[in-house]
């Protein structure tokens, strides 16, 4: 592990908070394009077989490709008020009992589907809470993976598991990379006492120093730790000591998300105190506060809520172009489809995108049909794939070749095909946040923080809706 505060390093962002005041909107993350919320009822499982089909015609006589697996585990003993993630709260083990069932048998069809080019390249747990399931169900359900997957090597491969520490003991880290785990994401949010107390997670530093600890000693090749700001009785003073905390711990990667609080959306975030929310200019003054502190102290801004140590496998990713964001953030395996399990988790397989069912009902429901549970999802047509690939370079680059995307743009190019979105782009060069070029874009330092902003600009469905009225409130802003 690499003490980046004693390294110098060129700036990676540039806070301005007069920009950032004036143009924070709501819009879509882009974990995906188009958007979840672009996903239909129209699509289901013999779609996704049929993407399958496709992606194994295309792929035939060719090098094999790696997958990525992701294992949605829903359970929580506690409701964190602010969470908006799909989880069940729950102190009944028997449902994580039959839910393992259940999820057997998805991994059974799944890895029969992909067999002959199964290869497991990237893992992830999430949740929920993964760890709410014990050393033994963990064991089963990776031996389950490994007998209907096939895994790369500990070398080769990264494997992660979210965790909370206040459900693992120091010794448990230790049995987590003995069962194959050798990447770790530790929720924090925030270490002062009345954040945690306004929103029901108790966690003391210690405890989470222990695990951190531990997870080092047990040879996981990355910590990452999350935090968020914006929360309940927080305040500029209340975070720096949270930052001060987690910088001595030097975790390699540091996700900071902004609190979005949309209770119409999820009902626990109902729970919060909406008078003890810092207003919007504490919150500027808090993301100016962080972004400061961390890219002193040597971190990496990697773009959206992502900071990383500069040895730290995503920055060397972004410098080598090679970065890719997906559903669960930003990923260093670009080229890798990416095979979902489990109730409301999301597949990217070659033209397309699929959604289990989100209810454990309809989840079990499905599978006792005998068929995978997709609920929804889309087909990729040719604009959005030339769209999906321009706003993943902008994400995750910072930049836009247009020469790189000339084969998908046809005839003309891309600078031609894009032609009304470039003028779209020019008040946003007029006010510093990129450069237009005859070559492509380039993000300046100052547009960093607003790139969900510029990607906006691509988003064909945002163009079609904006007739209608503005973005829907299922969407969190910008900044």
Do not use: W
């Amino acid at each position: 592990m690499l003490n980046a505060r004693t390294i110098p390093i060129a700036p990676s962002v540039e806070f301005d908070a007069e920009l950032v005041r004036r143009l924070s909107q709501s819009g879509p993350r882009y974990t995906s394009y188009p958007s979840a919320d672009r996903f239909s009822s129209g699509f289901g499982e013999e779609d996704y077989r049929g993407a399958v089909a496709g992606r194994r015609e295309a792929l035939a006589g060719g090098p094999a490709r790696g997958l990525s697996l992701y294992v949605h585990i829903p359970f929580c003993q506690s409701l964190c008020y602010y969470c908006g993630c799909n989880k069940i709260i729950t102190q009944d083990r028997s449902k994580a009992v039959q839910y393992l069932d259940y999820l057997e048998r998805e991994t059974a069809m799944q890895g029969a589907l992909f067999a002959g080019m199964n290869r497991v390249q990237q893992l992830h747990f999430g949740g929920g809470t993964p760890t709410y399931l014990d050393d033994a169900q963990m064991d089963g359900l990776l031996a389950s993976l490994r007998s209907h997957f096939d895994f790369a090597s500990d070398e080769d491969g990264e494997f992660s598991v979210e965790i909370d520490p206040r459900t693992v003991t120091p010794e448990r880290m230790h049995v987590l990379r003995r069962q194959g785990f050798n990447r770790v994401s530790l929720g924090i949010q925030d270490f002062d006492p009345a954040v945690q107390r306004a929103v029901n997670r108790i966690q003391p530093y210690e405890q989470t120093a222990a695990v951190l600890d531990s997870a080092r000693a047990a040879g996981f090749r990355s910590v990452s730790v999350d935090l968020i700001y914006g929360l309940p009785c927080q305040s500029p003073a209340s975070i720096t000591v949270t930052l001060g905390q987690v910088i001595a711990m030097l975790p390699d990667r540091i996700a900071l998300y902004n609190y979005a609080h949309l209770p119409h959306l999820f009902k626990s975030q109902n729970l919060i105190d909406a008078a003890s929310l810092p207003d919007p200019e504490t919150k500027l003054a808090m993301l100016a506060l962080c972004i400061e502190r961390l890219t002193a102290a040597g971190y990496i801004y990697i773009g959206m809520d992502h900071f990383a140590l500069p040895e730290d496998d995503l920055a060397r990713s972004q410098r080598e172009g090679r970065l890719h964001r997906n559903f669960q953030g930003y990923s260093t395996h670009a080229e890798s489809d990416m095979v979902a399990l489990g109730v409301s988790a999301i597949s990217a397989v070659g033209g397309c995108y699929s959604q289990n069912e989100k209810s454990l009902q309809a989840y079990y429901a499905r599978l006792d049909q005998g068929r995978l549970p997709v609920a929804r999802g889309v087909t990729l047509d040719a604009d959005d794939v030339l769209r999906r690939t321009a706003i993943g370079k902008l994400m995750c680059d910072f930049e836009l070749d247009f020469a790189s995307l000339d084969a998908l743009a046809g005839p003309g190019g891309a600078a031609a095909y894009f032609a009304p979105e470039l003028e779209r782009l020019r008040p946003l060069e007029e006010q510093g946040l990129l450069c237009l070029g005859s070559k492509g874009v380039k993000v300046k330092l100052r547009g960093r923080l607003l790139i969900r902003n510029i990607c906006m600009v691509f988003d064909r469905y945002l163009h079609q809706q904006a007739e209608t009225g503005p973005p829907p409130r299922r969407y969190s802003a910008t900044i």
